[in-house]
C-alpha cells in the first residue's frame, strides 16, 4: 500500500494531469486554461520544428545506442580478465558515472570551445586544423553524442560484466573442448546468454537517448541554428518559454507513446528462451 500511495502520488496522478491538460489551451503564467480538444495533436502535426526536433532525437539516438552498447560490452570483456590492477581500470571506467551530468556537460563546453579549449590545443599542437564544434551546425550533434557515451558507458560496462559473470565457465570449456576458438566462443556461447543483459542495456539507451535534455541545454541550448534541439529542448522552450504548456504537454504525450511503442518492439526483438 505505501508503494502504491507513491506511484498514485508522484506518477499516476501527475501523468493523469498532464494528459488533460495536453487537451487544453492553458497559459502557464495566468493559469487560464480552456478546452481544446485534440487541436495541440492535429497542430503538433504540422509543426516543422517539432518534426525537425524528433530528428534530432532519433538521430541521437540511432548513434548512440549501437555505439554505446558496443563500448561498454568490449570494456566488460576486457576487465573481466583477472591482473594486476584490473580494479583500477574498472574504478576508471566507471568514475564518468558519477559525474553529475551539468558538470560533464560544463567541462565538456570548455575542452569543445574554439579559442581556448583542450581539444583544440591538440589539434593545433599536432598541427590539423581546429574544429569549432558547437557551433558548427554540421558536427555539433557530434561533440554532444561523444560526452554522453562517455558519461553512461562505464554503467552499462557494469551491467554486462554482472551478465558476462553468470555464464557458467563450464560452457566456455565445453565449447573449448569441441574445437570452438575464442571468436567462436564469443559469437556462439557469449553473445546468445547475454540477450537479456543487452535488451536492458539497449532499452534503457534508448529511452535515455530519445529523452536526452542536461547537456543539450547546457552545451548548445538547442542550437547553432537548431540543429541539437531534441524532442525535449522542444517540449521544455514551449512550455517555460513560450509558456503553452497545453501544447508542450500533447508534445510530451506523443513522445511517451513513441516510446513505449520502440520499448514494446524492442522487448519482442529481445526475447529469448536461453536460460543459464
Not at 576487465?79 to 571506467?93: A, C, D, H, L
Not at 556462439?188 to 535488451?199: C, I
Not at 500533447?250 to 529481445?270: D, E, K
Request: hydrophobic share 55%; proline share 4%.
Amino acid at each position: 500500500m505505501p508503494a502504491l500511495l507513491l506511484l498514485v502520488v508522484f506518477i499516476f496522478y501527475p501523468m493523469t494531469r498532464a494528459l488533460l491538460i495536453s487537451l487544453e489551451n492553458y497559459n502557464l503564467i495566468s493559469g487560464s486554461s480552456s478546452p481544446a480538444g485534440l487541436d495541440n495533436y492535429k497542430q503538433l502535426m504540422s509543426d516543422g520544428v517539432f518534426w525537425a526536433s524528433l530528428g534530432h532525437s532519433f538521430y541521437f539516438a540511432a548513434v548512440v545506442i549501437p555505439l554505446q552498447t558496443m563500448i561498454a560490452l568490449g570494456l566488460a570483456l576486457l576487465v573481466r580478465r583477472t591482473f594486476r590492477g584490473v580494479g583500477i581500470f574498472r574504478t576508471v571506467y566507471f568514475l564518468p558515472v558519477v559525474v553529475s551530468f551539468a558538470i560533464a556537460s560544463t567541462i565538456f563546453k570548455l575542452i569543445y570551445n574554439k579559442d581556448y579549449g583542450m581539444l583544440n590545443v591538440i589539434l593545433k599542437g599536432l598541427g590539423l586544423p581546429v574544429a569549432d564544434f558547437l557551433s558548427n551546425p554540421d558536427i555539433a550533434m557530434i561533440g554532444i553524442i561523444i560526452l554522453c557515451i562517455w558519461k553512461a558507458m562505464g554503467f552499462f560496462m557494469i551491467v554486462f560484466l554482472a551478465g558476462l559473470n553468470n555464464i557458467p565457465d563450464s560452457l566456455y570449456e565445453a565449447a573449448h573442448v569441441d574445437g570452438a576458438g575464442p571468436v567462436q566462443q564469443f559469437i556462439r556461447v557469449t553473445l546468445p546468454l547475454l540477450k537479456r543483459t543487452t535488451a536492458f542495456v539497449v532499452i534503457i539507451t534508448t529511452m535515455d537517448a530519445l529523452k536526452i535534455f542536461v547537456p543539450v541545454y547546457i552545451t548548445t541550448s538547442g542550437g547553432p541554428a537548431q540543429s541539437t534541439s531534441t524532442i525535449v529542448h522542444y517540449i521544455y522552450e514551449t512550455a517555460f518559454k513560450q509558456m503553452n504548456m497545453g501544447y508542450a504537454s500533447a508534445a510530451a504525450f506523443i513522445l511517451f507513446g513513441i516510446v513505449l511503442l520502440i520499448s514494446v518492439v524492442q522487448l519482442r526483438i529481445f526475447r529469448t528462451d536461453v536460460e543459464y
